[in-house]
């Protein structure tokens, strides 16, 4: 007698509780739909074409981000909206802008830096044509680096060793 | 991508080496690495890296131009000549007059960078001129 009265109270405040949850509405898919469209306004700096629906909690966005730091920071905050279920992240990333071209020195800036770069070194010959230096003579191991190191400064296309290395 | 892939050593040591603007680019078969080194150190670990796997730099399909930082004015760097002097010049290349030398070891003052090659010092006795970038390692 005296466990089924517990079990009976027990049953009793579980169907309260229950009840409790269900009465208590969370927000509409419509608020939510607005507070995800703040977000958005204020993220315009790094995303285009920005649109964000919601049914039943779960938000799907679309458009496209700058890079992907700012497509998961974004992401993170929709999840954080009071409401939101899940997120389905149907946004895209713009592809990195192509890297500059290699701009090379001209022959004329190359002679000139190479007379300096090889003052030092009297064995070594360097001959600049179409932007490639090409080293002739010969080097003491120990002074290569040295001698590369200056030359790699000067925006060579490309510097062909044929140096004879003692 | 070929010569990423052969020259990636020296590319995982720019990168953790905390090389700043670090640039790689392939352009008809030259590899160009750009960008500025933190210490001497990461620089010689890059070259240390670049030769072992090109040996003696013979196969010209790199050109890499990563430089130590130079850092504001006023920063002091380190005349690392092999032994001898360095001339101090009045202008930026070897064809003007030598006003001053630096002694190997010495410390001067960096007060502008002309260009890479080139940087303007000030001597420990007060000298002002042009020495060779090549020679000064900042501090």
């Known amino acids: ?166 | 991508m070929a010569l990423q892939d052969k020259y990636k050593e020296l590319l995982d040591a720019a990168r953790n080496g905390g090389v700043s603007n670090l640039q790689v680019r392939e352009q008809d078969n030259v590899l160009y690495i750009d960008g500025e080194a933190p210490t001497g150190d990461v620089k010689d670990q890059l070259w240390a890296a670049y030769n072992k796997i090109d040996p003696d730099y013979r196969a010209g399909d790199v050109v890499m131009n990563v430089n130590v930082a130079a850092g504001a004015a006023g920063t002091k760097a380190l005349v690392t000549t092999d032994s001898t002097n360095l001339n101090i010049r009045k202008g930026p290349g070897t064809d003007q007059p030598i006003i001053g030398k630096a002694a190997h070891g010495a410390l001067v003052t960096l007060i502008s960078k002309a260009n890479d090659q080139w940087w303007l010092v000030k001597t420990e006795k007060g000298e002002e001129g042009y020495a060779y970038a090549q020679y000064l390692t900042p501090q």
């Open chain 1, 1 to 166: 007698m005296r466990t089924s009265i517990l079990k009976l109270s027990f049953m009793l405040s579980a169907f309260a509780m229950f009840s409790l949850t269900a009465c208590k509405s969370g927000p509409k898919d419509a608020d939510i739909e607005k507070a995800v469209n703040e977000k958005i306004a204020a993220a315009s700096a790094d995303i285009a074409d920005a649109g964000a629906t919601v049914k039943d909690g779960v938000v799907t966005l679309t458009g496209q981000f700058k890079d992907e730091a700012s497509r998961s920071t974004f992401e993170t905050s929709v999840k954080a909206v009071p409401g939101v279920k899940s997120v389905v992240n149907n946004t895209t990333v713009a592809a990195a802008p192509a890297p500059a071209p290699v701009v090379v020195a001209s022959d004329e800036q190359l002679k000139q830096g190479v007379r300096d770069a090889t003052k030092d070194f009297p064995g070594v010959t360097a001959e600049v044509k179409d932007s490639v230096i090409i080293l002739t003579g010969e080097i003491k191991r120990a002074s290569l680096k040295n001698l590369m190191q200056s030359l790699n400064t000067l925006k060579p296309k490309k510097i062909q060793n044929n140096l004879t290395i003692k």
